[in-house]
């Protein structure tokens, strides 16, 4: 499989992402841009609610994307890619643009591993992976429970491939395993959205309710496909 079939394979072009042969989300250069999400808003009820669906990407997403525009306007970072950008984000990199950048990233990968046709388990070499590191799938579910319940304030949690296994990562605020200050760098197969806008206005404060609820959301096929 190359790159390219890989790409299509773990993210689709149902979102408005044009992709190509190495880069992830292979948009136009700045100004960044807000793709439609890949489904109805209301497609992931009961476990996530439309109107969450609605301000989370019409006015969160969107605020990440207008920031970012701002952010990078007149610099070298305006003509790379979203992919390209979070990839070069260390220490130094200016907190409007690790912010905005990792926003952006982040929300539109979140969205196009989600599926309303989504849950079960993985198969094959990613459901391999899991059992290797963790035990069972069971005992995986229970430390990304522990990683998602876990983070204090706003964040992130991942399964990430590192070389021929997985691991969990934890992330704060708006980074993820691609930047180059991530504890632990790999390439994200699954993430949730543990800020409270992703889940209040259903869930109010019981936060392992949502985490609960989106096992029914993970698209293990195309998971399994960006793993393989």
């Known amino acids: 499989m190359n790159r390219s079939e890989f790409l299509k394979l773990a ?45 989370h990407h019409d006015r969160h997403h969107k605020a990440y994307v207008d920031n970012l525009n701002k952010a990078v306007a007149g610099t070298p970072m305006a ?22 950048g990792g926003g952006h990233w982040n929300h539109t990968f ?28 069971d005992k995986f579910k229970e430390e990304w429970a522990k990683a998602a319940t876990g983070r204090f304030g706003s964040g992130w949690v991942w399964l990430i491939k590192t070389g021929n296994g997985v691991d969990i990562v934890s992330t704060p605020n708006q980074d993820n395993p ?17 800020w409270e806008h992703a889940y209040y206005l259903k869930y109010q404060n019981k936060r392992p309710d949502y985490v609960t609820a989106a096992w029914n959301l993970y698209d293990w096929d195309k998971a399994s496909k960006a793993f393989a």
């Open 178 to 194: 691609l930047m180059k200050l991530a504890g632990t760098s790999g390439t994200p197969l699954i993430g949730l959205d543990v």
């Open 110 to 137: 979140f969205w196009n591993t989600l599926s309303p046709k989504g849950g079960g388990q993985p198969k094959g070499a990613l459901a391999d992976a899991i059992n290797k590191k963790f035990g069972s799938f």
């Open 79 to 100: 003509s790379m890619t979203i992919d390209q950008l979070v990839r070069s984000i260390d220490e130094k990199t200016p907190a409007a643009v690790r912010n905005n």
């Open 11 to 55: 993210f689709g072009t149902a979102a408005g992402l044009t992709l190509t042969p190495g880069r992830l989300f292979a948009q136009q250069a700045g100004p960044f841009t807000l793709a439609p999400l890949p489904y109805d808003a209301a497609a992931l009820e009961p476990h996530i609610d439309k109107m969450t669906m609605e301000i």
